[in-house]
């Protein structure tokens, strides 16, 4: 998205800056699109906006939210007109004090079929939209690959190159990588109900899915190492599949299902990122590893919102509030710093001198966190 140039300096005063390390009482100060100073005490500047002791804080990088799909399809068989739905979709993620966000597209949808429609649909929707400026937050392409898709290949090298694509997560739910039982409760939330179906089609897995999962997962690999494009794992539950991993030189997992996988992962030096959901719930809503734990373990080390945008903000507050757990500053960098590090963001992701003004202005009631403004790149945009 180009944004415009703020012309005239910003500065704010009167506010709890959180840098990196600590929350500094005081004044923050812009220059274009560049974060210029940050100073204790305030300041008497008749420009300056008193933030009344309101938080600033870096503006968020979500790395994992497939929140778009509510918008394209808010219905079963119900398909929005593209662009009110990524405007929409925008506008709930800039809300959520999300400055940069990765937008989970499915790439092959063996499950739902409804994903190979939107998927082109939202793609070059998401390109018009941000040519002409109408975008809020700045947006970057997640592909997620569903791994027993015998077309997925096909489908890949039409966005590979895209530029906007920097991150690509390896799916794979076949039985044979996971419990059978898990897999029967896939089939059923796809809308399978039928005993013998459902037997048919865990049988099917067993033989092929391995199979096709085994022969495309290098492949993706190494098509993303060559673009310098990032890979996870995803809903890995055991040492082996970290291994496999490794094995590869993938370097992140997503939502490790067990502990056995959180930790195999993190001693082998992968990124461990974990849903913010889960946290704010107090828990995995299907009985998996608990997000808070891992955090709070230094296992996981940034959080993504998964299917709920303003889940970021309130996990990373909930985690800061409890005793023993990380400071402010560490639980922000969770869902900011952290991220930018992960993904080669380095321009953004903490406020301090040089960094770009990526910054929200964060209120509380009852504890809570309420986004109240928003500025990208030292432009106000909520």
Sequence with gaps: MPITKQDTPLEFTNACILTQADVVHGTLRVDGETIVSVEQGSSASPGAID?????????????????IEKYAVPRPRVFWPTTS??????????????????????????GKPFRK??????????????????????????????????????HLE????????????????SAPRRSDEYYRRVLRERGITDTEEIEKRLQKSHANDAATAARIRPWIVYAARERGIVVANHDDSTAAHIQEAVELGISLLEFAITDEAAQAAHAAGMTVIAGAPNVV?????????????????????????????ASLLQAAFRIASNDGGPTLPEAVA????????????????????????????????????????????GRQVF
């Design 85 to 110: 739905a990524i405007l929409n979709y925008d506008a709930a993620i800039i809300s959520a004090g999300v400055t940069t966000v990765f937008d989970s597209l499915c790439v092959g949808a063996s």
């Design 281 to 309: 719930n107090g828990g995995s809503h299907f009985g998996g590893v608990s997000a808070e734990d891992l955090v709070r373990r230094g296992i996981a080390s940034i959080l993504c919102s998964d299917y709920v945008p």
């Design 117 to 154: 429609r939107i998927l082109p649909e939202l793609v070059q929707g998401l390109q018009a939209t941000g040519a002409a400026g109408l975008l809020k937050a700045e947006h970057l392409l997640h592909l997620r690959c569903d791994l027993f898709d015998p077309d997925l290949e096909q």
């Design 158 to 173: 039409r966005l590979i190159d895209d530029p906007s694509v920097r991150f690509i997560t390896l799916m794979d739910d």
């Design 334 to 377: 969770l869902v900011s710093a952290n991220p930018a590090k992960a993904f080669g963001l380095d321009d953004r992701g903490t406020i301090a001198v040089g960094k770009r003004a990526d910054i929200i202005r964060v209120s509380t009631f009852e504890g809570a966190p309420l986004v109240t403004s928003v500025w990208r790149q």
């Design 51 to 67: 933030c009344n002791g309101d938080y600033l804080l870096p503006g968020l990088i979500d790395v994992h939210t497939d929140h």
